[in-house]
């Protein structure tokens, strides 16, 4: 006899610690595909999270004379993200001053991005009979909607003609949001 003695017990436990291995490495295996999935499902939904910003009202009035545009004195950060939604909005309380013996006015409001690109355009008219609220005030919410482009943000821009010499801009404000 060579002095070495066959232990079956030893042979199942070998038997048992590989079954055992295999079930770890198909967890194991498992557990990486959860956590890339998790990381995936993540992603996803920080991708869908809403971005917005709302600029607060001045205390002042901006007065906007007949003929040229003027850069309404409410802003908000560049967004931060490209490929998203992204909507603008502009709020403004217009009191209108009228040139004598007219009834009749213009109000444009547009939003120009950084880059100079003129979009948004939209037009408000005006009679001096039809202004409803406060005796001579109109309200504005113009909005705009286009596919956001990160670091590139815009401002609103306002003008008003016809029978209108002047408006003057009291409560005002816009905001702007990315959602995606």
Not at 16 to 42: K, S
Not at 61 to 81: F, I, S, T
């Amino acid at each position: 006899m060579s002095g070495e003695h066959t232990h079956p017990e030893i042979a199942a436990l070998d038997t048992e610690v590989a079954r055992l291995n295999a079930a770890l490495a198909r967890l194991t295996a498992q557990v990486v595909a959860l956590e890339t999935g998790h990381a995936d499902i993540y992603g996803r939904l920080e991708a869908m999270a809403t971005w917005y910003h709302y600029s607060g009202k001045p205390d002042d009035n901006l007065v906007v004379k007949a003929g040229a545009y003027k850069m309404v004195d409410v802003d908000v950060p560049d967004p931060p993200r490209s490929g998203v939604l992204e909507l603008h909005m502009l709020y403004a309380n217009c009191t209108l001053s009228w040139k004598s013996g007219e009834d009749d006015g213009v109000i444009r409001v547009k939003y120009v991005r950084e880059d100079g690109d003129d979009t948004g355009y939209q037009d408000y008219l005006v009679t001096r009979d039809g202004v409803m609220g406060s005796p001579g005030s109109f309200l504005i919410t113009a909005q705009h909607f286009e596919l956001g482009k990160a670091g590139l943000g815009g401002r609103w821009w306002i003008r008003c003609g016809g029978g209108l010499s002047s408006i003057t801009l009291t409560t005002r404000y816009c905001k702007t949001a990315q959602v995606g």
